[in-house]
């Protein structure tokens, strides 16, 4: 009976992380068209790991937090953060500049699939035929809803490809260092080195930029502006990327990416249909359709890791 409720539990708080982060992650980019109207990108980002390390470096200094960097995969927990938010949301930042929103789409629509294959290749995971077939179905689903929309553009620079392919890369290397140093640190702890190591550089960019104290009066000029911004750092950041720390602790980095990322695509479309105003057709609801067949195709995997 124990175990069975064991069992229980740890699918409930499964459930419950994996619900935050989609949340968060599908609704974040609202937020940001809306101080990316006032703001430059990296001025963006420099405020908001800013606010999000603030929120850790007071526990942290009150000694309420507590980080043993003595430990074995001390590596893993500083590449974890260098990989994203650092190298991931610059390379992407740009990629999106340099291409189409449809094509940048597209390309993080395989960042599942390409963390499975770097997992097997470094860190010698052991594919699933539930699974990949699960990443085939939600990668179809993204290609599907993005390929037939009227929108559809397939403009872009080489320059823009090459960015998107190592942000691909740099997310999926993320999850599996993360997943790595969850074995010796908890999900607090790799948030927050995540967020020290985002704040110093997008802080270091932002001034290089030519940006001063400005990145951080812009968004205390308005209420919206400054809910939008504690929307990003606090909830986008601080809760939802400690969630998902927490959740790769428990299932394979792949199968997270994979139900995280597509939820969050599906949440982020009907938000923007139903908040932006954005077009949809069949194409929308076929795509989602087989995008949510692998979503419960992952979820049966998922299962038998937490089993």
Known sequence: MNNL???????????????????????????????LEV?????????????????????????????????????????????????YSILEA???????????????????????????????????????VSLVLTFLGVVIATFFSPVFSASGTRTGMICMTFGVIAASMYSLSSKKASSDFDAVSVTAIMAFEGAILFNIISLCQGHGLDTFIIPFTSVKLLINLLFLGVFCAFASYFCFNRLLSYVDAALANNIVG??????????????????????????????????????????DDLN
């Open 94 to 132: 740009y990629g999106i500049k340099m291409t189409s929103a449809s094509i940048s789409a597209i390309f993080v629509a395989t960042i599942p699939s390409m963390t499975l294959v770097l997992g097997i290749i470094f860190f010698k995971h052991r594919a699933n035929l539930k699974l990949v």
């Open 262 to 303: 597509s939820l969050s695509t599906i949440i982020g479309v009907v938000c923007g249909i139903m908040i932006m105003g954005d077009i949809w057709g069949w194409y929308t609801v076929v795509g989602l359709g087989i995008t949510l067949i692998g979503v419960w195709l992952s979820t049966m995997r998922m299962k």
């Open 39 to 87: 703001m430059a990108p990296m001025q963006v980002l420099a405020v908001r790991w800013t606010t999000t390390a603030v929120l850790f470096l007071i526990p942290v200094l009150a000694g309420k937090i507590k980080i043993n960097l003595r430990k074995k995969n001390v590596v893993f927990l500083f590449l974890a953060g260098l990989f994203e938010p650092c190298a």
């Open 5 to 35: 409720n064991g069992k229980s539990n740890n699918m409930g708080l499964t459930i419950f992380l994996i619900a935050m982060v989609s949340i968060g992650w599908g609704v974040a980019f609202i937020s940001l068209a809306i101080l």
